[in-house]
């Protein structure tokens, strides 16, 4: 027989374990799933200095967790640090890290482990937006996003996954974007740095499974825009199908999906019901959806403030993650 080849009599036995997990995921769609304890859990938050990196470390702040706080601006990484102490934290590190940069990102990787110790919980959080069309947009822009939006994911995960792995215990967490599902028009670089980051992600939560590493979960988080300032101008014809999403809800959101080890999270669910269609729908028809809800003016607003500024050496919002 060959290796890869399966007897015939595990085929009842797999359309049987398949057909039990359908119906599990069912039964959670109606019963939550139980909440994981994430006390005494070291939280490391990239792009923490603000925004969904701040509030996210205010919510495991809560929950009991060590957080480490990574953030380019050291003003604003040290007010998230002193507001989640005030929310209960107990132990709380912040540093200064370019995440563009993989030197500084081993450094203080490095500095972390020896001061605060093995890093359980990843929350590739950072993020830039340049927000401008593909041929305004200068080349050393769209290098930083791919730097930060992207390749940051590299070095954090080549820097804390091998002590998950010789732990079996951890959990990887990508903030991409709905812009890592669908090209948006004014967002060609963003857009290329959120698939890749989800691509990513998801390669290596394949890894782990194919290398039996059960105690590593993955969570992808796919938000559509929110309102921390990343995305000032973008507007919505249908608020009720694609809201600008508020913050303090997509937080929730997220964290919820930890505790609960979900893999892929979309934000609004409306995103599922998109993503369906466009994996069936002749071209022609998505197109015509596509502008029936304004989709290709969502960043009217973004560039056109974009096209204000008067240098482009600061187009680039810095972190945190918008989505």
């Not at 980051?197 to 394949?206: D, L, Q, R």
């Not at 507007?235 to 979900?262: C, H, W």
Request: aromatic share 10%.
């Amino acid at each position: 027989m060959a290796p890869n080849s399966k007897p015939k009599d595990n085929v009842v036995l797999f359309l049987g374990k398949v057909l039990f997990s359908l119906l599990e995921t069912m039964v959670f769609s109606i019963i939550p799933k139980p909440r994981k304890n994430v006390a005494g859990e070291i939280v490391l938050i990239t792009g923490a200095g603000s925004g969904i990196g701040r509030l996210l470390a205010l919510q495991f702040a809560r929950l009991g967790s060590v957080l480490v706080l990574w953030d380019i601006n050291k003003d604003g990484n040290e007010q998230t640090c002193r507001m989640a102490q005030e929310a209960g934290a107990t132990r709380v590190h912040a540093y200064s890290c370019d995440c563009s940069q993989r030197e500084d990102v081993y450094r203080v990787a490095d500095q972390v482990k020896k001061e605060v110790g093995d890093v359980s919980i990843l929350i590739n959080n950072a993020g830039i937006v340049t927000g401008r069309k593909f041929l305004e947009c200068p080349d050393e822009l769209m290098e930083k996003s791919f730097d930060v939006n992207f390749k940051a994911h590299l070095w954090t995960y080549k820097a804390f996954l091998p002590a998950m792995i010789a732990n079996d215990h951890g959990h990887l967490v990508c903030i991409s974007s709905s812009a890592g599902l669908i090209g948006v028009h004014g967002l060609a670089d963003y857009c290329a740095s959120k698939f890749a980051a989800a691509g990513f992600a998801e390669s290596m939560f394949a890894e782990t499974i194919a290398q039996n590493q059960k105690g590593i979960k993955t969570t992808i988080v796919y938000p559509f825009f929110i309102k921390t300032g990343m995305f000032d101008g973008c507007s919505t014809s249908f608020p009720n199908l694609l809201p600008i999403l508020e913050p303090e809800y997509v937080v929730r959101k997220i964290v919820d999906a930890i505790l609960q080890n979900q893999l892929y999270l979309c934000i609004p669910k409306s995103l599922y019901f998109l993503l369906f269609l466009k994996s069936f729908l002749p071209v022609r028809t998505a197109l015509m959806i596509a502008r029936y809800l304004d989709i290709f003016h969502l960043m009217d607003g973004v560039m056109k403030k974009k096209d204000e500024k008067t240098s482009s050496t600061s187009d680039a919002i810095r972190y945190p993650n918008p989505t």
